[in-house]
């Protein structure tokens, strides 16, 4: 079977070295997408000797576009769908497959970021191209395409454009346009040549100038969560913009911030999340609580509903105590094993709404997760209040279309302390389930 391809572009030119401050940012992205391409199955191919020696006549920049189809040839690499990507991008750990998304199209990003550049390296090129009248609307950024076999022989083509100009692109680059250097020639042929491109994939696919776009921020007015905003709804983190002297520095900060999330031992990793199997709980709604509850090792957790303890194992991590409680014989062993690295949880097999179930002494926090009618959820609400007045409250499905956990947590006049998990508009894998606000809530925390 043909696997999709990820050629990523990092030649470490000596020459430059300098200019950009090392070349140590390159690593930090390579370890990124390779992360990714081995968790959906893509083939990461590097880009990282030249094939033309001259670097003055062949830019890497050119060379990426003019070669990507020779190289796979070279390595007798057969593919799907080509990811060509600088090495100046970093893919988060939880990103989906992007290929799935680009409807075996040309797919591209449109550039906004500088207009003023972008039209005068238009105008730049314009008499070249026998005064094309290129759409600028549709213009796109080269650091990040998608395409496949049926756009070889464009590719090809552009190539020998290149080769039979070659002295006349150079002169534009470096003298008369002085705007880039393949970009704007390839916005141009493929709109000559009638490409239809699909520009349609969200802009946090190509996230750029996150320092202009104040994206480095985060919102301090709710002081729930510390995290920048580019790593919070970015899929792709593109640093470009910035002093090139300084990528190193800010991607060497970026990872540091995040590098725990590429390692697959991270219990994060090892575990299914929502995008995955819609019973459980998503990885936001994990990572939400592992941050929430990070310095609470002094509560005791009370868990009605584990299903197969995804959930169970983080509370496992924050907390003193685990009572796991789930009536399926099947679902109680999957927990044994998603949990048997830890010694505090408590794994009880049972129906929380027989006459015999009692709620354990101790209990702080409860996760709220076993029945899902309204009925039963307020009835969970009024008995943990009753065995402590003080309960904290966690709810999953909170975001589901039914309603029934907000109505419940309304009626019952439980307080929402804080919202977490993934926001509206999430979709479950294969489109069973979209939530139509926050995944989760805590409620009566800190009160």
Known sequence: MKKNIVFWVGVKNDQYSEKYGGWDWMDISRKTWEYWCKKHDVLFVPFEKPIESDLTKFRINWQKALFVFDELERRNIDYDQIYLVDGMNMIKWDAPNIFEMTGH????????????????????????????????????????????????????SFKKLYYDNVNEFVKFQDEIVRK??????????????????????PFTWKLTHLHRKEMFNHNWQLNEDSTPFFIKYGNIWNFS???????????????????????????????????????????????????????????????????????????AECFKKVYAYEMSKENIEHIKKN????????????????????????????????GHSKEQVQF????????????????????????????????????????IGEHSGFICKEGKLKFVTREGVICKMGE
């Open 180 to 201: 880039g250097t393949e970009q704007t020639p390839l916005n141009y042929w493929l709109q000559i040549h009638n490409v239809d491109v699909n520009l349609d994939i």
């Open 380 to 419: 969970d609400i009024k008995r943990l209040l009753e065995k402590n007045k003080d309960m904290i409250f966690i709810f999953d499905d909170y975001g589901q279309p039914d309603r029934v956990i907000p109505s419940a947590i309304q009626e019952t006049d439980l307080k929402i302390s804080q919202y």
């Open 339 to 370: 949990c048997s690295d830890v010694d505090n949880i408590e794994i009880i097999c049972s129906d929380v709404y027989s006459k015999d179930f009692q709620i354990p002494d101790g209990i702080n926090i409860t996760f709220v997760d076993a």
């Open 105 to 156: 199209k040309f797919t591209a990003w449109r550039d906004t970021d500088n207009l003023n550049w972008i039209y005068k390296s238009i105008q730049g090129y314009k008499e070249f191209f026998n005064n094309y009248d290129l759409d600028i609307a549709k213009y796109f950024s080269s650091g990040l395409i998608i395409f496949n076999k049926d756009h070889k022989e464009l590719f090809n």
């Open 241 to 315: 913009g910035l002093p090139k002297d300084q990528r190193t520095e800010i991607m060497s900060q970026v990872w540091n911030l995040v590098k725990d999330n590429y390692d697959e031992t991270n219990i994060l990793n090892t575990l299914i999340h929502k995008n995955d199997w819609v019973k459980t709980t998503s990885r936001k709604f994990k990572e939400d609580i592992l941050r929430i509850f990070k310095n609470k090792k002094d509560l005791v957790c009370l868990e009605l509903g584990s299903c197969r303890g995804d959930t169970t194992r983080i509370f």
